[in-house]
T-cell receptor, first 118, second 110 residues
Framework: AQKVTQAQTEISVVEKEDVTLDCVYETRDTTYYLFWYKQPPSGELVFLIR??????QNEISGRYSWNFQKSTSSFNFTITASQVVDSAVYFCALSEGLRGSTLGRLYFGRGTQLTVWP | EAQVTQNPRYLITVTGKKLTVTCSQN?????MSWYRQDPGLGLRQIYY???????DKGDVPEGYKVSRKEKRNFPLILESPSPNQTSLYFC?????????FGPGTRLTVL
């Protein structure tokens, strides 16, 4: 069974629309870490955010915000007022941590292709 | 400039011919990892290393080997490549939780 599920394979929006990318995870650990990464059309992978399981505060960074809900095992990513430059594949990932590190074995979702049209 | 480098960037080879993809980082990071990316499957971890001489299997280690003899290098070795190892490979390093990825190596095994 997948540990990280990104049910939305592709999403298309028009510029300035808000869009939410869903991420549902599965783990039996009480301490774990969740990540989002961005892969623009140029192909590089860019780290966006890490969230600890023991910190359920939502996070906002400019037009990006993340909603972590332990009760539903979800870590959703919202882009407000989307722009063409937001077009990319977005990956959600889970780590159960190892030897005091937030990393270790990492499980990725299959990614969501976001296309923002002008 | 902080970076993760991979070589080669592109490689076409034949079944069974041993190859090594190098990965090097200049940030003194302890954690390094290899991933493969395939259409529809996203990213899957092959191996990771928490520090020198410490390596662990990821999701899809079969057919791959790694070594971590020094902190900066983490080569990926395919002893006998097969066509199902045709993929885009990424190396990454991290000190805490911010992973820095290399530019990727596109491997084709004929």
């Amino acid at each position: 069974a997948q540990k990280v599920t990104q049910a939305q394979t592709e999403i298309s929006v028009v510029e300035k629309e808000d869009v939410t990318l869903d991420c549902v995870y599965e783990t039996r650990d009480t301490t774990y870490y969740l990540f989002w990464y961005k892969q623009p059309p140029s192909g590089e992978l860019v780290f966006l955010i890490r969230r600890n399981s023991f910190d359920e505060q939502n996070e906002i960074s400019g037009r990006y915000s993340w909603n972590f809900q332990k009760s539903t095992s979800s870590f959703n990513f919202t882009i407000t007022a989307s722009q063409v430059v937001d077009s990319a594949v977005y990956f959600c990932a889970l780590s159960e941590g190892l030897r005091g590190s937030t990393l270790g074995r990492l499980y990725f979702g299959r990614g969501t292709q976001l296309t923002v049209w002008p | 400039e902080a970076q993760v480098t991979q070589n080669p960037r592109y490689l076409i080879t034949v079944t069974g011919k041993k190859l090594t993809v190098t990965c090097s980082q200049n940030m003194n990071h302890e954690y390094m990892s290899w991933y493969r990316q395939d259409p529809g499957l996203g990213l899957r971890q092959i191996y990771y290393s928490m520090n020198v001489e410490v390596t662990d299997k990821g999701d899809v280690p079969e057919g791959y080997k790694v070594s971590r003899k020094e902190k900066r290098n983490f080569p990926l070795i395919l002893e006998s490549p097969s066509p199902n190892q045709t993929s885009l490979y990424f190396c990454a390093s991290s000190r805490r939780d911010t992973q820095y990825f290399g530019p990727g190596t596109r491997l084709t095994v004929l």
